[in-house]
């Protein structure tokens, strides 16, 4: 479990094609308090250390992670927004956060608001019943509140707004109209819009 707020910004030092996809991250974590098989969120994306050095730690990205997740993640030189697990005690600055993509988004637009840019994503109709506006969303492993949601031809529109200091300290201080984000819905929506799909087939 993670809570979406991000503590470090990781390079991908190496990626090697193996049965998986071996990477090999650099960052500034004290590897010594992580555990082999610990869990750490990858641009919202939770994988499992594998092996670990001062400064870096190797992740194995399987095929269908790859295939559900943002395309140039996993390649050399990419940069990946990173959390360590969830401990008991610590602060929950953000929502609860599996680190399970629901699916990608595509950002459509970008305007200044403020001190602050307001960010267009386009997903999936399937996913847009799991948004609300007022609610949590996590955009590359980044809590965010969706400011407003709207109901398209070409999929669902929701919009969010970073603040200076979120673009500052992670990837999305990068962002720009067509690039490609790994999205995961609030955990209860995601359980209440089963519930009601598998209530909506019973009364059939």
């Given at each position: 479990m993670f809570t979406g707020i991000v503590t470090d910004i990781g390079t991908v030092r190496s990626a090697e094609e193996r049965g998986d996809l071996r990477l090999t991250v650099g960052c500034g974590f004290d590897l010594g308090t992580v555990d082999l098989g610990a869990s750490i969120s990858c641009s919202g994306c939770c994988?499992?250390?594998v092996d670990?050095?001062?400064g870096w730690f190797a992740v194995d990205v399987s095929g269908e992670t790859r295939s559900k997740t943002a395309p140039g993640l996993w390649q050399e030189g990419a940069r990946l927004n990173l959390e360590r697990a969830l401990r008991m005690g610590d602060e929950l600055g953000g929502h609860m956060v599996t680190g399970h993509v629901d699916g990608l988004g595509e950002v459509i637009g970008t305007c200044p608001e403020g001190d602050s840019l307001r960010v267009g994503i386009r997903v999936s109709a399937a996913m847009g019943p799991m948004l609300a506006p007022k609610g949590s969303v996590t955009v590359d492993?980044?809590?965010l509140t969706v400011n407003d949601v709207r109901d398209e031809e070409d999929g669902t529109h929701f919009a969010i707004n970073l603040i200076p200091h979120t673009g500052q300290h992670t990837t999305l201080g990068e962002i720009e109209a067509g690039r490609h984000l790994n999205v995961e819905v609030d955990?209860?929506?995601?359980y209440l819009d089963r519930m009601l799909a598998?209530?909506?087939h019973q009364q059939r």
């Open positions: 994988l499992t250390v670990k050095g001062q492993g980044v809590s955990i209860l929506a995601r598998a209530r909506s």
